[in-house]
């Protein structure tokens, strides 16, 4: 039996794979980036934070693209895409939400409710990718909205540090409920979350 050999794990991706590679490494720099924005106050690092996340949203759309050019997809390809919308669409926008401001305990709970929905989605699609392709190469429709829409709710956070509204300034304000902190701004989370898990058909494109 001959020893394994370094790297052959790496020799079987193919193009597409190193693109949804990249969208996993920009999420992981916009958690970077959003834990130096915690460290130092510096608003320009949510701007990367937010710049990161709109990058792994291109590179998530290219990979689509070139394993349908190529022809050539796995299914270590669809899981490796999943987990990297994982961090770049469902974490790291609710750590960038958390860095903003949405700290309460009811803020968490909520944010943590929008990556659990975002895993569920991902699940239920990678488990009836087959069945909805009806034997072809394409999925027909989407149930639930794409895990990659968060984008929108990056924008939101992006245009709230542009006007400073952060902390205690976050728009529509700050409420005690039970004596914890709560920011209504966080229910665009719980609506986003609640949608990807819904059974609502979208087209796939």
Not at 23 to 35: H, K, Y
Not at 124 to 143: I, M, P, Q
Request: proline fraction near 4%; charged fraction near 15%.
């Amino acid at each position: 039996m001959s020893p394994p050999k370094p790297f052959s794990m790496i020799r079987e991706f193919h193009l597409a794979d190193w693109f949804t590679l990249s969208n996993a490494l920009c999420g992981m720099g916009a958690l970077f980036s959003t834990m130096t924005y915690l460290q130092t106050a510096e608003a320009v690092h949510l701007y990367f934070a937010s710049g990161l996340i709109l990058l792994a949203f291109l590179f998530d759309v290219l990979d689509g693209h070139i394993a349908r050019w190529r022809r050539k997809s796995s299914a270590m390809g669809l899981e490796l895409d999943s987990l990297a919308d994982v961090i770049s669409f469902g974490v790291a926008p609710a750590a960038i939400a958390y860095a903003c401001g949405m700290q309460g305990l009811l803020d968490r709970i909520l944010l943590l409710f929008f990556v659990v929905c975002g895993v569920s989605r991902l699940a239920r699609y990678n488990v009836t990718a087959e069945k909805l392709s009806e034997g072809g190469d394409k999925v027909k429709y989407f149930e639930g909205t794409p895990i990659p829409t968060s984008l929108i709710l990056v924008a939101v956070l992006a245009l709230a540090v542009w006007q400073g509204a952060l902390g205690d300034h976050l728009w529509l304000g700050v409420f005690y409920i039970g004596g914890f902190q709560f920011h209504p701004l966080t229910l665009m989370f719980a609506i986003s979350g609640s949608l990807m898990i819904s059974r609502i058909k979208i087209p796939k494109l």
